[in-house]
């Protein structure tokens, strides 16, 4: 089967993956002093590990389709480079860092609004992102992304396929999964299960160095600076705490294993009175 | 003035998520406090018979949104509808459960009305007419109090933290009108295991297995689950032998989980472990090591092979039973 060069070319998907830099989850949290965020010293940076789907999908629908570009948007300070640099040693083509004082305490809102005006001046047909940061845990700035460019969203995808300008996504709920299609463009969020992301090969490293990796400021993307960060933002964290820490509990004895059992299904009857 | 407190209480093929009573117990309080209205909302198609079942849970004013474009689920016709009906409502806070759906849902809903959202709250309070949220953060390794922002204020409620509160009232049920608008997502099939599973973050009881194991086979965990009537959850390093699905994963990658009773099986307690699970109301670790990190967050602990003291656990539970 051949296919002409004019469906070829419309196979082609342009993706733009929305990529965190976030703690590496083996890493200790601190609380700064300012008690509202935390120490970023000693944190080992990495890229959001659901946003690591998202690169790894971005790569293989652009080797299934022949074609596209896949461009890495990411806002976020300096050192976010290197999280960029690796997604474009996997394979991604370029990268985009909004890096401005002015987005520092940006809520859910104020990050999709930058990152929206970021996307209107890039070819999309698809955006991917994982379906949640880590770090905040917010699930909601891939959303708002989409609601600002007035595109569909399909969140929480294990699976999809892309023909004639539709897309068909497998999704994670409680319980099972949904199939849902949609058009394109879109927005999708990606969770564990959809692929394995590869490791950056040598040469890849090596020619990530030579791939354009642009800067830019919110004055380059005309968004108001008074309507992201702290100043703009909806949700603002007043105070971190750590959880209650749980005091270590009993260690059961006994002679033999069935005493053992016995003990704690008494215990969790009787005392935490759970079952 | 916005007033008064909008619960969207989430149905599935007819039945109610255990989290929409959660949110409607949390609204009553909060609309209480503030010497209000409580209003539910229910989106679905044939759905108006069991509208009147949140009566009990609180609610002053039912309001039903019925009709066949609603009976899928889609990110698409269910804001669409929402957004509508809270224009008309114009409530000072808007509570939806944090399932997969509702988190979906309220992160669209509130980009489109401009309102700040904190997601998967584990309690909320009032600061004079501000809505505080606590919300976990870094899988649960940090609490973070938010302030929330524009009108409403939405909090998104975390599955099985909150107080279910029943209570003897009459309520409005109000049929409104439904413009499911511009729609360009589409349910094309589901997959649902029915009743026989209940998921991870709303489980009463969760029996999880990790390296310990040795491979797949979680028999000796599913009899005991099965005794316990609880669900099976499994350590990243267990999902990542291949041995348990995605789905099953407890842990800063996988499901926050916050079940009455954890028992946690031949897990060493990794840090991401932990901040997935800590909010356990009892944890009961069982493991070889003695020295597994796992038995420091325990209430109650055995030192001893999983596979020997996991049977004699189903075997005592069957004894008292029968």
């Given at each position: 089967?051949?296919?002409?060069?004019?469906?070829?070319?419309?196979?082609?998907?342009?993706?733009?993956?929305?990529?965190?830099?976030?703690?590496?989850?083996?890493?200790?949290?601190?609380?700064?002093?300012?008690?509202?965020?935390?120490?970023?010293?000693?944190?080992?940076?990495?890229?959001?590990?659901?946003?690591?789907?998202?690169?790894?999908?971005?790569?293989?629908?652009?080797?299934?389709?022949?074609?596209?570009?896949?461009?890495?948007?990411?806002?976020?300070?300096?050192?976010?480079?290197?999280?960029?640099?690796?997604?474009?040693?996997?394979?991604?083509?370029?990268?985009?860092?909004?890096?401005?004082?002015?987005?520092?305490g940006s809520d859910a809102l104020g990050t999709a609004k930058v990152l929206a005006a970021a996307l209107r001046e890039t070819s999309y047909n698809l955006i991917l992102a994982g379906q949640?940061?880590?770090?905040?845990?917010?699930?909601?700035?891939?959303?708002?992304?989409a609601e600002q460019l007035g595109i569909p969203q399909v969140s929480m995808v294990i699976k999809e396929e892309i023909s004639d300008g539709r897309i068909l996504c497998e999704c994670t709920v409680e319980g099972g999964t949904v199939v849902v299609e949609t058009e394109l463009p879109a927005l999708l969020t990606t969770q564990k299960g959809i692929n394995e992301p590869r490791y950056a090969s040598l040469p890849g490293i090596m020619k990530a160095k030579k791939k354009p990796l642009v800067k830019k400021t919110l004055a380059d993307l005309g968004v108001d600076p008074s309507e992201v960060g702290v100043s703009g933002a909806k949700c603002k964290v007043v105070t971190l705490s750590f959880p209650p820490e749980r005091s270590p509990?009993?260690?059961?004895?006994?002679?033999?294993?069935?005493?053992?059992?016995?003990?704690?299904?008494?215990?969790?009857?009787?005392?935490?009175?759970?079952? | 003035m916005a007033q008064g407190v909008l619960v969207f209480a989430e149905q599935i093929d007819g039945s109610f998520r255990k989290v929409?009573?959660?949110?409607?117990?949390?609204?009553r309080r909060l609309a209480d406090a503030l010497g209000e209205t409580l209003t539910g909302v229910v989106l679905g198609s044939g759905i108006e018979e069991i509208a009147g079942e949140l009566a009990k849970y609180g609610a002053d004013t039912i309001l039903v949104g019925d009709d066949p474009g609603l009976a899928d689920y889609t990110t698409d016709a269910y804001t669409n509808v929402l957004f509508d009906i809270v224009k008309d409502n114009d409530p000072r806070i808007l509570l939806l459960g944090a399932s997969s759906r509702g988190k979906?849902?309220?992160?669209?809903?509130?980009?489109?009305?401009?309102?700040?959202?904190?997601?998967?709250?584990?309690?909320?309070?009032?600061?004079?007419?501000?809505?505080?949220?606590?919300?976990?953060?870094?899988?649960?390794?940090?609490?973070?109090?938010?302030?929330?922002?524009?009108?409403?204020?939405?909090?998104?409620?975390?599955?099985?933290?909150?107080?279910?509160?029943?209570?003897?009232?009459?309520?409005?049920?109000?049929?409104?009108?439904?413009?499911?608008?511009?729609?360009?997502?589409?349910?094309?099939?589901?997959?649902?295991?029915?009743?026989?599973?209940?998921?991870?973050?709303?489980?009463?009881?969760?029996?999880?297995?990790g390296r310990g194991m040795g491979g797949p086979d979680f028999s000796v965990l599913e009899e005991l689950a099965e005794v316990l009537g609880g669900t099976i959850g499994a350590s990243r390093s267990a999902?990542?032998?291949?041995?348990?699905?995605?789905?099953?994963?407890?842990g800063q990658t996988g499901k926050v989980v916050s079940p009455n009773l954890y028992i946690a099986c031949g897990i060493s307690g990794a840090i991401q472990h932990l901040a997935g699970m800590g909010t356990s109301k009892c944890i009961v670790a069982i493991n070889k090591d003695p020295e597994a990190p796992i038995?420091?967050?325990?209430?109650?602990?055995?030192?001893?092979?999983?596979?020997?003291?996991?049977?004699?656990?189903?075997?005592?539970l069957k004894k008292q039973k029968d």
């Amino acid at each position: 089967m051949t296919n002409d060069d004019n469906s070829e070319r419309s196979r082609k998907v342009d993706i733009v993956v929305l990529l965190k830099q976030v703690p590496d989850t083996e890493t200790l949290i601190q609380i700064a002093d300012d008690k509202a965020s935390i120490k970023t010293e000693d944190v080992k940076w990495v890229i959001n590990p659901y946003d690591e789907f998202a690169v790894e999908e971005a790569l293989r629908i652009k080797e299934k389709h022949g074609g596209g570009k896949v461009t890495i948007l990411t806002m976020g300070p300096e050192r976010a480079v290197e999280s960029i640099r690796t997604a474009l040693a996997m394979g991604a083509d370029e990268g985009i860092l909004i890096d401005d004082p002015a987005v520092e305490g940006s809520d859910a809102l104020g990050t999709a609004k930058v990152l929206a005006a970021a996307l209107r001046e890039t070819s999309y047909n698809l955006i991917l992102a994982g379906q949640r940061a880590v770090d905040d845990d917010g699930y909601q700035v891939p959303a708002a992304v989409a609601e600002q460019l007035g595109i569909p969203q399909v969140s929480m995808v294990i699976k999809e396929e892309i023909s004639d300008g539709r897309i068909l996504c497998e999704c994670t709920v409680e319980g099972g999964t949904v199939v849902v299609e949609t058009e394109l463009p879109a927005l999708l969020t990606t969770q564990k299960g959809i692929n394995e992301p590869r490791y950056a090969s040598l040469p890849g490293i090596m020619k990530a160095k030579k791939k354009p990796l642009v800067k830019k400021t919110l004055a380059d993307l005309g968004v108001d600076p008074s309507e992201v960060g702290v100043s703009g933002a909806k949700c603002k964290v007043v105070t971190l705490s750590f959880p209650p820490e749980r005091s270590p509990g009993k260690i059961i004895e006994g002679e033999a294993i069935e005493d053992k059992a016995a003990e704690l299904v008494r215990l969790l009857r009787e005392e935490a009175k759970v079952i | 003035m916005a007033q008064g407190v909008l619960v969207f209480a989430e149905q599935i093929d007819g039945s109610f998520r255990k989290v929409a009573y959660e949110s409607l117990s949390e609204g009553r309080r909060l609309a209480d406090a503030l010497g209000e209205t409580l209003t539910g909302v229910v989106l679905g198609s044939g759905i108006e018979e069991i509208a009147g079942e949140l009566a009990k849970y609180g609610a002053d004013t039912i309001l039903v949104g019925d009709d066949p474009g609603l009976a899928d689920y889609t990110t698409d016709a269910y804001t669409n509808v929402l957004f509508d009906i809270v224009k008309d409502n114009d409530p000072r806070i808007l509570l939806l459960g944090a399932s997969s759906r509702g988190k979906d849902l309220s992160a669209r809903l509130t980009a489109r009305l401009g309102s700040g959202l904190a997601m998967e709250c584990t309690s909320l309070r009032l600061d004079g007419d501000n809505l505080i949220a606590t919300r976990p953060m870094f899988g649960g390794k940090i609490l973070a109090e938010v302030a929330l922002g524009g009108t409403p204020q939405v909090a998104a409620i975390r599955p099985n933290v909150m107080e279910i509160i029943e209570v003897a009232k009459a309520a409005d049920v109000e049929r409104v009108a439904v413009n499911t608008g511009v729609v360009k997502t589409r349910v094309v099939e589901k997959r649902i295991e029915t009743a026989s599973k209940v998921d991870l973050t709303e489980a009463d009881v969760i029996v999880s297995g990790g390296r310990g194991m040795g491979g797949p086979d979680f028999s000796v965990l599913e009899e005991l689950a099965e005794v316990l009537g609880g669900t099976i959850g499994a350590s990243r390093s267990a999902v990542d032998e291949g041995w348990r699905p995605h789905s099953d994963q407890v842990g800063q990658t996988g499901k926050v989980v916050s079940p009455n009773l954890y028992i946690a099986c031949g897990i060493s307690g990794a840090i991401q472990h932990l901040a997935g699970m800590g909010t356990s109301k009892c944890i009961v670790a069982i493991n070889k090591d003695p020295e597994a990190p796992i038995f420091k967050r325990a209430d109650y602990g055995i030192v001893e092979d999983l596979f020997k003291v996991v049977p004699a656990i189903t075997a005592e539970l069957k004894k008292q039973k029968d």
